[in-house]
T-cell receptor, first 113, second 114 residues
């Protein structure tokens, strides 16, 4: 079964600094990978997805992620953090015929002014 | 596209009572998923439907839980004889199907069992 590990349950950055949220996956087949963001008391919003093709994927709000098969990683980055980026971020891998998603435990991003 | 709608947003119930949640997916989506999320954890898969057929259930879905999607449109999730451990956010998601289709999530129903 697929699984996802997110390193660091909390990440704190200064406004304007680089954001790096780490995600490693295990999958027996070529994976479909996703990043979602969740604001308090809300559902999950898709940031970006990797299916096939280009390994550098651009998403909404200036985020991007790079699929590295050799490292089984799909880290999320943003060059310059904004206060509005403060939220919880989840990495997920698609599993099975039903395309259900297996999520990591999440990383809470704090942005300091 | 009005998004995935869940009702109610919050539910407080006493231990032993039954509760039912409703999810209305995006209208053209034939797949519907239920997830449970507890504090500090990522969402955990419970079950999913392809149209009206329930195709997979997690072992997390005990006998007290039942989900239906009678006409392949909205879905309900019922928890019987609630326990304090059932307190969580219950998330519904839908997708048009296909391995690379992302799931579109509703805002969830937060259940508190006292």
């Amino acid at each position: 079964a697929q699984s996802v590990t997110q390193l660091g349950s909390h990440v704190s950055v200064s406004e304007g600094a680089l954001v790096l949220l780490r995600c490693n996956y295990s999958s027996s087949v070529p994976p479909y990978l996703f990043w979602y963001v969740q604001y308090p008391n809300q559902g999950l919003q898709l940031l970006l997805k990797y299916t096939t093709g280009a390994t550098l994927v651009k998403g909404i709000n200036g985020f991007e992620a790079e699929f590295k098969k050799s490292e089984t990683s799909f880290h999320l980055t943003k060059p310059s953090a904004h206060m509005s980026d403060a939220a919880e971020y989840f990495c997920a891998v698609s599993e099975g015929d039903g395309n259900k998603l297996v999520f990591g435990a999440g990383t809470i991003l704090r942005v300091k002014s | 596209d009005t998004g995935v709608s869940q009702d109610p947003r919050h539910k407080i119930t006493k231990r032993g009572q039954n509760v039912t949640f409703r999810c209305d997916p995006i209208s053209e989506h034939n797949r519907l998923y239920w997830y449970r999320q507890t504090l500090g954890q990522g969402p955990e898969f419970l079950t999913y439907f392809q149209n009206e057929a329930q195709l997979e259930k997690s072992r997390l879905l005990s006998d007290r839980f039942s989900a239906e999607r009678p006409k392949g449109s909205f879905s309900t999730l019922e928890i019987q004889r609630t326990e304090q451990g059932d307190s969580a956010m219950y998330l519904c998601a839908s997708s048009p199907g296909g391995g690379n289709s992302p799931l579109h999530f509703g805002n969830g129903t937060r259940l508190t069992v006292t």
